[in-house]
């Protein structure tokens, strides 16, 4: 006969314990895991819808063609000055 130092009552109910405490800590890691990954999912969700708005946005569009336009006719008018200007450093 095979001594036990554990009676097999007690055996059964901590395998049972450790079962029932190892489920719950599978189901705690596995609903912060889904928690994050929902988390994650939805921020790049937003950042990209936000990219995305950023470019069609009609105000900013609005503001980078006025920009634009402004650039356009500083230069041409600092052309236009050029034009203008009598050059007397020029030799001849």
Known sequence: MKPTLVE???KY????????????KFLENSFLFN????TLFCLLVLFLAWLFYKEKDPRA??????????YIMSKLHTYQKMKQEVY???PG
């Open 8 to 10: 097999p009552s007690i």
């Open 13 to 24: 109910i901590l395998n049972t314990e450790l079962k029932t405490s190892k489920y719950n």
């Open 35 to 38: 928690i994050t990954l929902f």
């Open 61 to 70: 569009k609005k503001e980078r063609e006025r920009k634009k336009k402004e």
């Open 88 to 90: 007397t450093n020029i």
